[in-house]
Nanobody, 117 residues
Framework: QVQLGESGGGLVQAGGSLRLSCVASGSIFSTKTWVWYRQVAGKRREVVARITPGGSTVSADSVKGRFTISRDNAKNTVWLQMSSLKPEDTAVYYC???????????WGQGTQVTVSS
């Protein structure tokens, strides 16, 4: 049973920074592509950034140059460093492993990020 635990969210002013963490227990972490998603109430969950087992990263156009995804396989942890935050980044942020575009595990509780203008 894989459990995902996101943390690090909070309330921040526009232009500020946050670092989100995701710890995955019970999974073969190092062999998976890991993805940060976000969801605004009433809207579909969207991909923010993904990182492959080899460390290659891809980010959504809306966050390029501002968000950085990274991972530590020894700690079963993936991070999302968010800088130059904008009010439109306000959402609940989730992590999950992915295979062929499909999330693999049950969702965690997510972590709320709120950016005030």
């Amino acid at each position: 049973q894989v459990q995902l635990g996101e943390s690090g969210g909070g309330l921040v002013q526009a232009g500020g920074s946050l670092r989100l963490s995701c710890v995955a227990s019970g999974s073969i972490f190092s062999t998976k592509t890991w993805v940060w998603y976000r969801q605004v109430a009433g809207k579909r969950r969207e991909v923010v950034a993904r990182i492959t087992p080899g460390g290659s990263t891809v980010s959504a156009d809306s966050v390029k140059g501002r968000f950085t995804i990274s991972r530590d396989n020894a700690k079963n942890t993936v991070w999302l460093q968010m800088s130059s935050l904008k009010p439109e980044d306000t959402a609940v942020y989730y992590c999950n492993a992915e295979s062929f575009g499909t999330p693999l595990y049950n969702w965690g509780q997510g972590t709320q990020v709120t950016v005030s203008s």
